[in-house]
């Protein structure tokens, strides 16, 4: 089975990218591409700056689990590169999402980000380039073709004024990941298709002992990704953020009220573990990973991952379910992924340019040969099947192709300031029950005064 999986993704992001407020062209989306090495640009950057001066590149990562195929895949090249440049060390400063965010605001802060480091797209980084702390990689981008090698309009994501400063490590869809095995344990024959046959699932699940839905609510936006798709539905399909920041809804509007009464039907069925916020995002997957819960509400960058867990082979996936008779199952929450910025104030700046250029042209091959390249965002050719993928990651590249839409997550639309008010109120809903209308007039009073 030949995919094409990236090509309706690339489409559908083309439709929300107004949220990002970027104003890139973002129409020419005609790419084909599917999860194969590259054949044109898989080896070494050729095109680098040759020095014997001992340089040190502090590399900030997000991918601390030893098991997963992101893990060893920044391992393995920076391993490569000091090898074939025996004058650069490469520092992995490896932290969980939540807290890279937290130590990038404090390095921001005092003009001290690390030689590279995460950023997210749109609204989460606007601020940090604002204030000029991430170099533009227009030229290096320019070397060996690498910038030919993004999906058509995944770059704009990460640009501003005509110039880019970060390269995604990804471009996925949300999915529920479920486990076979427990399903059929539970006596439930088919994936849920509405938002009330979730909430059945849930209450069968738990009566059997079963975790029905894994998370890790201590790093908040888990909890506000599943919201979203919430959302997404009841507002009967995307751009409600986008709405309410061009002044033709509020936060009030029946479609979100009716999302958190959604959200918190699930919270009160008993769909997530005790303790959900003292959990964190690397710990809640392991709950799903290690075959203690049913589902999983997640990115399709963990896809991987599973493959290389003890469920492997026993999971399967499918779309967000309908929530009271609205919304479209093949419009998703879209997830550009996050991405690697090079700090303008690095004492070896044009190294780790090259260093990035070396690993970004690497990437596709090595996420590859992990069999992690579903979701991946830069374009390449191949067979799945015949390379040996999973059932899963064939079901996922498949799910890829009906994407008709969607929209971006919370923090990627909204300022930072409103959106951390949207992170906590959301979060706040695993350890209390609020009233819905409450909850609407908070965000709505954290936007007006944030805008």
């Given amino acids: 089975m030949k995919t094409t999986f990236t090509v309706a993704l690339t489409a559908a992001m083309a439709l929300s990218v107004a949220a990002c407020g970027n104003s890139n062209d973002n129409s020419k989306n005609n790419a084909a591409s599917s999860a194969a090495p590259d054949k044109t640009n898989s080896g070494t950057a050729t095109n680098t700056t040759k020095s014997d001066k001992k340089v040190t590149i502090t590399f900030q990562n997000i991918y601390p689990d030893p098991t997963t195929p992101s893990y060893k895949m920044v391992h393995?090249?920076?391993?490569?590169?000091?090898?074939?440049?025996?004058?650069?060390k490469i520092e992995l400063d490896t932290l969980n999402t939540d807290q890279q965010k937290v130590k990038l605001k404090t390095q921001a802060a005092s003009k001290e980000v690390p030689d590279i480091t995460i950023v997210n797209p749109a609204a989460q980084m606007k601020p940090f380039v604002d204030a000029g702390l991430f170099a533009p990689l227009n030229d290096m981008l320019d070397k060996n073709g690498l910038k030919d090698t993004y999906q058509t309009g995944l770059l704009d994501y990460y640009s501003f004024?005509?110039?880019?400063?970060?390269?995604?490590?990804?471009?996925?869809?949300?999915?529920?990941y479920y486990n076979k095995d427990l399903f059929a344990q539970a006596g439930i024959a088919n994936t849920p298709t509405t938002f009330e046959e979730m909430l059945k699932d849930v209450k069968i699940l738990k009566d059997k002992g079963i975790t029905p839905l894994a998370i890790g609510e201590k790093d908040s936006w888990t909890?506000?990704?599943?919201?979203?798709?919430?959302?997404l539905r009841t507002n009967g399909g995307p751009g409600?953020?986008?709405?309410?920041?061009?002044?033709?809804?509020?936060?009030?509007?029946?479609?979100?009220?009716?999302?958190v009464?959604?959200?918190?039907?699930?919270?009160?069925?008993?769909?997530?573990?005790?303790?959900?916020?003292?959990?964190?995002?690397?710990?809640?997957?392991?709950?799903?990973k290690s075959g203690k819960a049913a589902m999983w509400v997640i990115g399709s960058w963990e896809t991987g991952a599973v493959d290389a867990s003890s469920v492997a082979g026993k999971v399967g996936a499918f779309q967000f379910p309908t929530v009271n008779g609205k919304g479209d199952p093949n419009e998703f929450m879209l997830a550009p992924g996050s991405a690697f910025a090079v700090s303008a104030n690095s004492e070896h700046l044009q190294e780790t340019k090259d260093f990035l250029n070396f690993f970004a042209s690497n990437l596709p091959k090595k996420q590859f040969e992990l069999k992690n390249a579903v979701g991946l965002g830069q374009k390449v050719d191949g067979d799945l099947?015949?390379?040996?993928?999973?059932?899963?990651?064939?079901?996922?590249?498949?799910?890829?192709?009906?994407?008709?839409?969607g929209d971006l997550s919370f923090d990627n639309t909204m300022n930072p300031a409103t959106s951390q008010v949207h992170l906590s109120s959301i979060q706040n809903l695993f350890v209390q029950k609020m009233d819905s209308a409450a909850v609407a007039k908070e965000h709505q009073t954290a936007f007006e005064a944030n805008k």
């Fill in 76 to 88: 393995e090249l920076s391993e490569q590169y000091e090898k074939e440049h025996p004058n650069v």
């Fill in 161 to 176: 004024d005509g110039n880019v400063y970060a390269l995604p490590d990804g471009n996925n869809i949300e999915v529920v």
């Fill in 261 to 288: 009464d959604a959200f918190q039907q699930l919270v009160q069925a008993g769909a997530f573990p005790d303790g959900a916020t003292s959990i964190d995002a690397n710990a809640g997957g392991n709950i799903f």
């Fill in 240 to 259: 409600f953020l986008q709405d309410v920041m061009d002044g033709k809804k509020t936060f009030e509007d029946p479609a979100f009220v009716e999302a």
């Fill in 223 to 231: 909890g506000s990704f599943l919201f979203m798709n919430i959302l």
């Fill in 385 to 405: 099947k015949a390379a040996g993928y999973s059932d899963l990651a064939i079901t996922i590249a498949g799910l890829f192709n009906q994407v008709k839409g």
